[in-house]
């Protein structure tokens, strides 16, 4: 049993790299589908005629191709890192570049997926915490595509956390209700804050509800630190990416990637985190 717990961060790490796989599917797949359902949901409302076009394509049912040509690709055209590698970054028919996003979320989510195991063993709070992390990398991804976090990824996770509560898991129930409250109030209070100010959106509702979702698994207690980790993190890297574009501060930065990250971080190190702000703070 000890010979499989060492082991076990690195069977994390292959599983997550074929989970990173799947959540690339997602990233690109979801938003559409989304969109898609949005609009016929709307037309129903107004009394329209239905569209004729086909819906995008399925998250699980259809299998991956080259968006470019439609070629489908073989199971060893599919291996992740390994196959975006030996085809050097293009589609084997069409030669079409393969977009980088595909080997970095792979590798981002099998790193993440052995560092939990790392940190938590094979463990129901070592469990919770991957599923956590790849709700995370999806919802990320999509944001830093799209500007907004889809419904979807956000409410399941702020459940995920609260019956992750409720066995006593990361933080106790009270301190986990009262996360999710304190997090969606807190960036709806600032969003209403600024809109008022300036009649402008600050950011979006998906905001609200992730950090809502990071509050039922950190905390209340964990909701500073995360917002704070946020905040310097999108300025440093936000700022960084507007100089290098040559796009002014007007330009909308999605904040959702930073929420994730402060949030993992959070739950990562949680304990050490907040015991360091204390003492920045001068407080004991």
């Known amino acids: 049993m ?3 717990a060492e082991f076990a961060p690195a069977l994390a790490l292959v599983f997550g790299l074929l989970v990173g796989s799947f959540l690339n599917v997602v990233i690109l797949r979801l938003p559409p589908r989304l969109e898609f359902g949005w609009r016929r949901d ?8 239905a569209e004729t076009g086909a819906p995008p394509v399925g998250i699980v049912v259809e299998p991956s191709h080259c968006p470019k040509c439609g070629h489908g690709l073989s199971w060893y055209e599919n291996i992740p890192l390994l196959s975006w590698l030996l085809l050097r970054g293009r589609c084997r028919d069409c ?4 977009s980088i996003q595909y080997p970095l979320v792979e590798a981002l989510t099998g790193l993440v997926s052995a560092w939990v195991i790392y940190r938590f063993g094979a463990t129901a709070a070592g469990g919770f ?3 956590f992390s790849w709700f995370l990398i999806a ?10 976090l889809p419904d979807p990824l ?3 996770l702020l459940w995920l956390g609260l019956i992750a509560a409720s066995f006593g898991v990361f933080v106790d129930p009270v301190s986990a209700i009262w996360g999710a409250v304190g997090g969606y109030l807190s960036l709806w209070s600032i969003f209403w804050g600024f809109k008022l100010l300036t009649g402008k959106d600050g950011m979006g509702y998906g905001d609200f509800k992730l950090l809502a979702a990071l509050g039922a ?6 909701l500073l630190p995360t917002v704070l980790m946020a905040s310097l993190i999108g300025a440093v890297v936000g700022g960084l990416a507007l100089w ?8 909308p930065i999605p904040f959702g990637p930073f929420l994730a990250f402060g949030g993992w971080m959070q739950l990562m190190f949680g304990g050490d985190l907040v015991a360091k702000y204390f003492q920045l703070m001068g407080m004991r």
Not at 95 to 98: E, G, L, R
Not at 139 to 148: K, M, N, V
Not at 244 to 251: F, G, K, M, S
Request: proline content about 7%; charged content about 20%.
């Open 2 to 4: 000890q010979d499989l």
């Open 42 to 49: 709307a037309r129903e409302v107004l009394e329209l005629p």
């Open 95 to 98: 030669k079409a570049p393969i």
């Open 129 to 131: 915490a991957l599923v």
């Open 139 to 148: 919802a990320a991804g999509i944001d830093a595509r799209t500007t907004w």
């Open 154 to 156: 956000t409410l399941p």
């Open 217 to 222: 698994f950190t905390g209340w207690q964990g």
């Open 244 to 251: 290098l574009q040559d796009q002014d501060r007007q330009t």
